[in-house]
């Protein structure tokens, strides 16, 4: 390991706004579908002073957590990732600006059920997330997954989908069409078709890679939709209901963008982001 992964690790140790339970602990009352609860769970409106939590769920170096953060300091904002090297630039960055509307939670997304009590979520954010085009239970938008947020996203609550991918828009489409989710907001390209409706917040809060992709002349695919109240999600396993292997041969290889510059700062809401 590398001597500046070491680095941000220990660092992290020091950043009151990173919690980093252990799996282990988590794993205890027996797997995936039986975890022990994490002390903060139920307990973040009192962490927050009462405000409403936002998630953000693969956040990644916590950009798109900390812009958000920043707009609404009447919301809470948490972000979620496994890659401790990544949240340290997010953790770090909130902070230094003794930003007390945000935290970050590293774990991984399968365990995200021991966190959060019923009700206690009011929106989740999923941002360009890996469309895991060859393993449907992976994909942050399954059935598997939105029986998790269920259990925690409370009435009316939203979930916001942004991504380059539209082999996961076209699957997401799918799994609340055959469940029969409310969709309030479906776009193949977010910016030329400016919905009405969505919050400023969708257009004007960018990630790294977002803003590359537009650069690129790609479209952004957006959804906002709610889980209403369904807890068992059917899965579009008909091709009349989504036909995988045509949408993924439109899509095709996806390019990796697995490193992105440390200092990348293209958009406005960004610029202070260190």
């Given at each position: 390991?590398?001597?500046?992964?070491?680095?941000?690790?220990?660092?992290?140790?020091?950043?009151?706004?990173?919690?980093?339970?252990?799996?282990?602990?988590?794993?205890?009352?027996?797997?995936?579908?039986?975890?022990?609860?994490?002390?903060?769970?139920?307990?973040?409106?009192?962490?927050?002073?009462?405000?409403?939590?936002?998630?953000?769920?693969?956040?990644?170096k916590g950009e798109y957590t900390i812009a958000l953060a920043s707009r609404n300091p009447d919301k809470s904002y948490v972000g979620v990732d496994i890659k401790g090297a990544r949240l340290w630039k997010g953790a770090r960055h909130a902070t230094l600006n003794s930003m007390d509307n945000v935290a970050f939670l590293r774990t991984r997304i399968e365990f995200i059920s021991a966190f959060f009590a019923p009700g206690e979520v009011d929106q989740i954010w999923l941002t360009f997330s890996d469309p895991q085009m060859k393993s449907e239970n992976s994909r942050l938008t399954s059935p598997l997954f939105l029986a998790r947020y269920a259990g925690f996203l409370a009435p009316g609550g939203k979930i916001h989908l942004k991504t380059d991918s539209r082999f996961l828009y076209e699957y997401t489409s799918a799994v609340c069409r055959v469940n029969g989710l409310r969709v309030d907001v479906a776009t193949t390209d977010l910016y030329a078709d400016r919905p009405s409706g969505v919050e400023p917040e969708v257009m004007e809060v960018q990630t790294f890679y977002e803003s590359m992709f537009l650069d690129m002349g790609l479209p952004i695919n957006y959804m906002e939709f709610g889980l209403g109240d369904v807890r068992e999600f059917r899965h579009p396993s008909d091709p009349s209901e989504f036909d995988s292997r045509l949408w993924r041969e439109r899509e095709g290889d996806r390019r990796?963008?697995?490193?992105?510059?440390?200092?990348?700062?293209?958009?406005?809401?960004?610029k202070n982001f260190v």
């Open positions: 390991m590398g001597h500046d992964k070491l680095r941000k690790f220990a660092e992290n140790e020091t950043f009151p706004c990173l919690v980093q339970p252990s799996s282990r602990d988590l794993l205890a009352e027996g797997g995936f579908f039986n975890l022990k609860d994490h002390p903060l769970k139920g307990r973040w409106a009192e962490r927050f002073g009462g405000r409403p939590t936002v998630l953000e769920l693969g956040c990644g990796s963008f697995g490193h992105a510059p440390s200092d990348a700062s293209p958009k406005k809401e960004r």
